[in-house]
């Protein structure tokens, strides 16, 4: 039997334990792969009384990670991380940052020892995880250090809406994009994207749309010259490579649907080149994917929504995406091991 998805408590203080929940919850009209909620037992049993669900609790520790499937047709199984401190419902409090960052530590741990199939995060809130300590940027470099990579050395993928987006930069304001933006990057993001295009998601041949970062894609150096200096050598180098990528592409016209048919995934420039279209298509399921660790992980592709927490209204759907993701994903890896 496959061991069992991890999933991390995320900000206690956010919606979390509300998805967590629902996603149970809906396990037989969803499908949803069995996993473990490393959490405090006793806020998700308070939790479900307050959200007004019959979700029985069942304690496991790590000698039990086997017993998850059974138990995930009559009760949600929990690995206990206890929390430091109460918890107040959109009210995030450093002290029990500790248990957040223990939980994604215990769920990395245990993914690389094979114990789980792979870990599935909800959204922290870094504000209150760097008033402990935490130096990271956020999940996905946090992740990186675990696997002892440097912070780039992964590669962020959105996917919903029949969409695969990959990004050259990331969390950098629009003005420093062209500063930050290298042939490097780009070489980087499009080999891990294409290695893992093949490993995690079966594609023999994976097709590489490369956006570019101005207006018509440049218009020949009139509107700018990263196309020509920067993302042109790139691809070209991708090419010499053996790696079946074009480009640059005006970004205006990569997102349609005819686009869509012709390419696996688009190596965006910046942050919201990839993922304004992504949500237009798809703003309820869409799943980040952290491609190039050894172990597998995705997650809602949404944060904390801290105003939502505890009350009920936060929508479940895009947890229960990346737990699928997350399932689908190691099956294949499992399989060509």
């Not at 979700?55 to 520790?61: C, E, H, L, R, Y």
């Not at 995060?121 to 990271?136: D, E, M, V």
């Not at 952290?290 to 927490?309: E, I, M, Q, Y």
Request: with cysteine; hydrophobic share 45%.
């Amino acid at each position: 039997m496959a061991a069992p998805l991890g999933l991390t408590m995320g900000e206690p203080a956010g919606i979390g334990g509300d998805i967590a929940l629902k996603a149970w919850m809906e396990r037989g009209a969803a499908s949803v792969p069995p996993f473990v909620l490393l959490d405090d037992p006793d806020r998700i049993t308070a939790l479900a009384s307050t959200l007004g669900l019959d979700v029985p609790v069942a304690i496991v520790d790590e000698a039990g990670l086997d017993r998850v499937a059974d138990l995930f047709a009559t009760s949600l199984p929990v690995l206990p991380v206890p929390l430091p401190a109460p918890v107040t419902y959109g009210n995030p409090d450093p002290a029990n940052g500790s248990a957040v960052i223990a939980a994604i530590d215990r769920a990395v741990g245990l993914a690389t020892e094979g114990r789980l199939s792979g870990v599935v995060t909800n959204p922290i809130q870094k504000s209150a995880l760097y008033a402990c300590g935490f130096r990271w940027p956020g999940h996905t470099e946090y992740l990186a250090h675990l696997a002892g990579l440097p912070d780039d050395g992964t590669v962020m993928m959105l996917e919903g809406g029949g969409l695969r987006v990959v990004l050259a930069t990331i969390h950098v304001a629009v003005k420093d994009v062209a500063k930050h933006l290298t042939s490097d990057a780009i070489l980087h993001v499009a080999r891990v994207t294409n290695a893992a295009l093949k490993s995690d998601f079966g594609i023999e041949t994976p097709r590489l749309a490369v956006a570019a970062l101005n207006p018509h894609a440049g218009e020949g150096g009139a509107m700018g010259r990263e196309e020509i200096e920067v993302i042109a050598p790139a691809v070209a180098t991708l090419k010499a490579d053996g790696i079946n990528a074009a480009g640059p592409f005006p970004a205006d016209t990569l997102f349609h649907a005819g686009a869509r048919a012709r390419y696996d995934a688009v190596v965006c420039m910046y942050h919201d080149q990839g993922l304004i279209p992504l949500k237009t298509l798809d703003f309820d399921t869409g799943v980040n994917i952290t491609l190039g660790l050894p172990f597998v992980r995705t997650s809602p592709d949404h944060g904390t929504a801290l105003s939502l927490a505890g009350t009920g209204q936060a929508n479940a759907s895009s947890l229960i995406a990346a737990l699928h993701a997350a399932s689908r994903i190691a099956a294949r890896r499992q399989k060509s091991a």
